[in-house]
């Protein structure tokens, strides 16, 4: 079972709205928090990293939260445009072993016209 | 390079055939790493280098799978006797210093493996 779940699974919205990602994780021991940008057909890029004393952290439009007792994420994209039309993948890191990362399954943002 | 390379971009290979893929990673990284993205899911950890040395390989799902780094620079993944289940895209990461911590991990744009 997944131990990264993130919500929705998919969503459209017009250019120019605002719209916000879930990350829901049960990874433990938590050492940060991850998301990427994937384009289709490109390699994950990496929006913002937070360890577990951040709340907020923030890329340009893209605005991350994190609750560690929650144990839940957000991403918030502000004032969409078309080119926000990627995979939004939500990655967990564990201070155990060497660091291994949890991926989520990624939502899927399309940002129409 | 400017960031890391991953060749070949497609590969369709044959029931059983034996292919490998190569990943340049960022000159002077010391970790790589490759992961495994079926279609709509997030990446798999495969396995992870420091330098040469292979630290954890617990992510392969079979003995047909095996990479190696050789010179602590240049990966390839090797997959024997192809299965239809193999289809997917194979992505590489390299990091500056080792895996923990916030060390970012730099992803190469995937090699997209088709099985017939």
């Known amino acids: 079972k997944n131990q990264v779940e993130q919500s929705p699974q998919s969503l459209i919205i017009l250019e120019g709205k605002n719209c916000t990602l879930q990350?829901?994780?049960?990874?433990?021991?938590?050492?940060?928090l991850r998301w990427y940008k994937q384009d289709t057909g490109r390699g994950p890029v990496s929006l913002t990293i937070?360890?577990?004393?951040?709340n907020t952290k923030s890329n340009g439009r893209y605005t991350a939260t994190l609750d560690a007792d929650t144990k839940q994420s957000s991403l918030h994209i502000t004032a969409s445009q078309l080119s926000d039309s990627a995979s939004y993948i939500c990655v967990v890191m564990t201070t155990d072993s060497w660091g291994k990362l949890q991926f989520g399954a990624g939502t899927q943002v399309v940002v129409t016209p | 390079g400017a960031g890391v390379s991953q060749s070949p971009r497609y590969k369709v290979a044959k029931r059983g055939q034996d292919v490998a893929l190569r990943c340049d990673p960022i000159s002077g990284h010391v970790s790589l790493f490759w992961y495994q993205q079926a279609l709509g899911q997030g990446p798999e950890f495969l396995t992870y280098f420091q330098n040469e040395a292979q630290l954890d390989k617990s992510g392969l799902p079979s003995d047909r799978f095996f990479a190696e780094r050789p010179e602590g620079s240049v990966s390839t993944l090797k997959i024997q006797r192809t299965q239809q289940e193999d289809s997917a895209v194979y992505l590489c990461?390299?990091?500056?210093?080792?895996?923990?911590?916030?060390?970012?991990?730099?992803f190469g744009p995937g090699t997209r493996l088709t099985v017939l």
């Open positions: 937070m360890t577990f004393s951040e």
């Open positions: 990350c829901n994780y049960t990874v433990s021991p938590f050492s940060n």
């Open positions: 990461a390299s990091s500056l210093v080792g895996g923990m911590g916030i060390n970012e991990q730099f």
